[in-house]
């Protein structure tokens, strides 16, 4: 499957919206199936990013699936990088422009460089 960075942030933002932290198999997100909203909770996991409790396979150690709680204090700090819509499409009109595909590191990077010149040009 390929990753969707657009799943990814509706994600955070799902997850961070949460009153209570009681497990969820599956968060409903408009527009996108189940197995591939599973998988990037899976990433999200992976990444450090999101609280799961891990369901491993029987025969070996994999990770199936993970049944979501909560943003970890990493899943905060990334969101909040990329809360606003402005800066979001920022970090996706510069990726695109310069060829460069989006991972965590990159997005993170060049939302960290925006808020820095933001940060040092308004003062």
């Known amino acids: ?59 070996s150690d994999r990770v199936i699936r993970v049944l979501g709680f909560e943003l970890t204090w990493d899943g905060h700090e990334f969101l909040e990088k990329i809360r606003t819509d402005t800066m979001w499409k920022k970090i996706n009109d510069y990726a695109f422009d310069k060829g460069i595909p989006l991972s965590f590191s990159v997005v993170s990077g060049v939302a960290q460089h925006w808020i820095k010149t933001e940060l040092f040009t308004n003062t």
């Open 1 to 59: 499957m390929k990753r969707d960075f657009e799943l990814i942030r509706k994600l955070l933002f799902f997850f961070e919206a949460r009153e209570k932290s009681e497990y969820i198999e599956s968060p409903d997100i408009n527009g996108y199936e189940s197995a591939f909203i599973r998988y990037h909770c899976r990433l999200l996991y992976d990444a450090g990013f999101l609280r799961c409790e891990p369901i491993t396979s029987s025969t």
